[in-house]
């Protein structure tokens, strides 16, 4: 890897940034693997109502996913195993970065399908009150931070595999 | 210089020199297997419970979540004959039925095409176009107003047909129905006509061996309701009284509830109406080429009890008076009572008191748009209430009003364990049943959402009139309940909504329909089978 910015290095951190960030990451993964086991064992669960209700630009198209059912199950499906996936990964630091991109990812369509900007409404209630900013945004950009100081190798599977890795070029270096 | 290359000393990883994961890298390994561990303790513990709660309850209630355990199939055997259809009264309600019939009128399509078009959650054409062959051909139409029956013969020869199959050769106009009746092109008839007409032409079908499918309300008066009855039970024709909730999903699960004693004893039932369009309150387009001309008005009135001259309010928008039709009564008290009467086998009542009034709508109408009934049925030990406005939307639901749950149907259906319930008391108070939401809820088998384009359409929807469920397929209510008569017609059997039924229904319209118009309570004497 090349050099990054000296406050992104994950050596420079103290113990207690390096705790902050990891303890982070759990949550959210902790947060995402629930998410999606919740709506494994539901079977009524569908994301068709949320889709439906899509406001903004891209309505159109999660309105279109919403109508057609082969899809609709297909994107329900990929929804369920994607939070489950991505909540142990983070949990685990295993493929951290990869999660993270693809938990971004999520959230940010979550986001659009339904942003509460000024003029929009929607018939689902929201638990709480927000403007622009809610709590899949913060969410989002939660990872975002992750992203841009990794924790995989602090603590985490990623970094088993990358000593593997640097160990293994170097026996044979 | 990698970023691990300059790792201070609290995250220096511990490898020794044969490149082996050393101890301190082994502990960061597993550190985050505890979290999944406390993640799937609890996960499994809150899952446990959920299950317990909900077998609780279930093993409580002896009835499940899933679908009605039986659902009478519309169509028992593959259509085998072909069925020649005739529709008296091709309007609203009549172009409907024929649709779901198989027959669109080409506008129609390209009308929800282009709805499709701008908004996916239009399904009306797909579910059309999903609908199943009932093996019929519609060979006659009659409108007294030409622009109808040149619309009925523009559907009958439709390309556009459920199935991709062809078209049929267009069918003939009558201008009498009776001519229709006994042309020998028709094998039976939909009457979809304002009410005044609906008892003389199903008892002059009968009288020719047509079998009639009628929409409701079966007949404008008492008179009219046992002269068709006995006609119809003197025939052998096969008939259906239009009420499509006879085929919904829901209703049929309601039943299942109230036949596992869930309620405990019922002894409220209410039924509403709440509409605040001016569609809504029939207060129906005016077509710009209705004139004398178009329009045979002498044929139209026919029945009715006040011959008036000509008027295109009247024509179009009958049911505002009552020389066509009964208000509130007949068109919208009547899909309520018989769900109720589906769903609790009810019967006519022992009393009914009515009222209401021209409060809103005042247009020249006579007929009320705000309406209340209240009826008395002393040996089930229960009222069933009808109230209604057509100047407020307010969602009030159908209820089933227990000492031990209340049941609301609607498209969906909810039972809902009450407070004071003596059955549900000891679960109740060790938490195993929260009486703040719905113990059991039953959504049809449907992953998807409904498209609900108008208020008037949310209505019918919510009422389970427009679409229904089978095996998690979206279907059309009307074309069950059509599908259901033609079976019977070729396979024998009754249909859900027979003449009994719709002796009943008519019956129990009527009784508060008097009871309005003479301002008094009125009572039905199962001796002699009169209103007194």
Redesign the interface.
Known sequence: ????AAAA???????FQ?IVLVTLR?LIG?HF??EG?AKL?NP?W?S??YL?GSQWWFS?LF??I????TL??LV?YINVWGLILIG?CL???LLTRTATVAGIVLLALYYIAAPPFAGLSYAMPAEGSYLVVNKVLIELVALVALLAFPTG?????D??I???R???A??QA | MSDEGTNTQSNQPATDKAGIVGRRGFLELVVSIPVIGVFLYNFFRKKAADDMKKEAIMAELGVRESGPAYIPEAVSRPPGERIRLGIIGNGGEGEALVRHAGFAHPDWVEEQRQAAAEDPRNQALQVYLEQDDLNVELTAVCDVFDVRAERGIAASQVATRPGGRPANPPAKRFRHYHDMLTSGEVDGVIIATPDHWHSQMSIDAAAEGIHVYCEKCMTQTEEQTQAMYDAIKNSDIVFQLGHQNRQSEAHIKAREVIDANILGPITLVEGTTNRNTPWGAWVWDIHEEGNPQTIDWELFEGPALNKVPFSLERFFRWRCWFDYGTGLSGDLLSHEYDAVNQILQLGIPKSAVASGGIYYFKDGRDVPDVFQAVYEYPERELTFVYSATLANGQYRGLKFMGHDATMQVSGDLSVTADRNSSRYEEKIGSGVIDPSRPMFTYRPGFRGIDAITSATAEYFVSRGLLYTYRGGRRMSAYHLLIGEWLDVIRNGGETSCNIERGFEEAITCHMATRSYLENRKVEWDPVRRRIV
């Not at chain 1, 190798?153 to 599977?157: A, H, T, Y």
């Open positions: 890897m090349t050099q990054g290095e994950p050596g420079r951190w103290t113990r390096s759990i902790w693997l629930y086991l064992v009524y569908t068709a109502d439906a159109g309105i279109n919403a109508t057609a059912p609709l199950t329900d142990l949990i685990l630091g190798r602090i603590l985490g599977v970094r088993v990358f000593q593997m640097r160990t293994g170097l026996a």
